[in-house]
């Protein structure tokens, strides 16, 4: 008897094993297209066998849990090329907006600069004119005109930048609120973890920590270390604390030098930000790189052609027989004293075309030698040691440079992202045919043990009722 009720409880517990694992399989299938869930497998252990009188006897099986079918160091790939992705996209859009506002004839808008290449062509080209006639009223009007539209097109194109850098500033800044609120709760998950499952797999509760460190790292740039008892670190790319197991630490933002700077326990890591990763790294390229440097630019181009422009002017004659003076200055420009801001603040001051000064310094007013000078700044080297014609077309060029070899870096990122996605979905999703095949096999397992269980059973009364089967059942 002691042999039968082994046997039956051996196939007991082969009957709760298959049961618990086609549990498992359910749950799998119940969680196909659940966002985020992780195939589990059930786990198999070998029951401890029975040794009578130096012979082993089977003890069966447990079904022990189930482990989430997972590969740490493959999802950290896949995060840290989806930080990079994110942060060259972040940027891109940026770069597109900023080259539209360069690009000629594709249409007028508020939001674009203008022809500021043939704005220099024209004005140049208008002192040409008057080099035939200079003292038609007309050819003097159209100095001051094409003027007036060079200044206008470069000065909106240095405010539409100011303007695009503090929409990134807010961009960037909206990006806070969402970092803390994960690293919060990817530190209450390690919590929940650490205590529930610290050597062993946490299932829906590592789940849910992938899933919020993958939203993390497209936002922000980050390390990962794994710690004691099934615990995690979290470290910006260049370091900063985030994430201490149970504990989160809060980014804050603050206003300096009129923009948002980033805060890790009171020390300033926007620099290590920038470029670290994530939408806020590529926000924080284009606001504090790109868009600067663009503006740079259009400084040393408004400067250049200000500064010569109304230099050659203000040495000249005017129609009136005026010439410039400290107190007088013949302006056709506000005249720029540094730099910095000179695009910005790039106008026409002069009203009156008569003061135009086509003629040369103590020639009579039907001269036309200083407005041949001034026709001739053209071809001259006067802004960064270029033509201003050849330093805008190098400066756009440049720009265009940039925009495509982000636009090539992210292409490249996309695609690693989209393969390294598509590995872990083969390794890690539910794939209903396997689940199909896995239900299958289990049945039959089922199956068989319950036919087993039937021949003890069987056996069982046919022993208890001395042979005869039908006493008992």
Known sequence: ???INSAFSLISGALDADQAALNVVANNVANANTPGYTEETPNWQENQPITINGVSYGAGVTETGATSVRDRVLTERLDQQQQLASASG?????????????TPDSGSTSARAGDIGSDL????SSFSSLEANPTNNALRQQVLSTATTLAGDVSNAAASLNSQRSALDQEASGVTSQVNALTGAIAQLNRQIQSTSPN????TLEDQRQQDLSQLSQLIGINQITTENNGLSITTTSGQLLVSEGSSFQLTTGTVNGVTDFFLGGTDITSQLTGGGGELGGYLTARDQDIPNVLSSLDQLAYGVSTEVNTLNNAGTDLDGVSGTAAK????FNQPTVVAGSAANMSVVMTDPNQIAAAGL??????????????NLANQSIVNGQTPTDYYSSFVSTLGSTVSSVQTENTAQNASVTQLQTQNNALSSVNLNDEASSMTTLERSYQAASQVFA?????MASALNLGDQTTVA
């Open 329 to 332: 200055p013949l302006y056709i």
């Open 455 to 459: 021949m003890l059973n069987t056996i």
């Open 121 to 124: 062509t024209s004005f140049f």
């Open 90 to 102: 972040s940027r891109l859009t940026a770069l597109n907006t900023l080259q539209a506002l360069f």
């Open 200 to 203: 062993a797999d946490a299932g």
């Open 1 to 3: 008897m002691g042999t």
């Open 362 to 375: 103590g020639q009579g007013t039907g001269d036309n030698s200083n407005a041949t000078t001034m026709a």
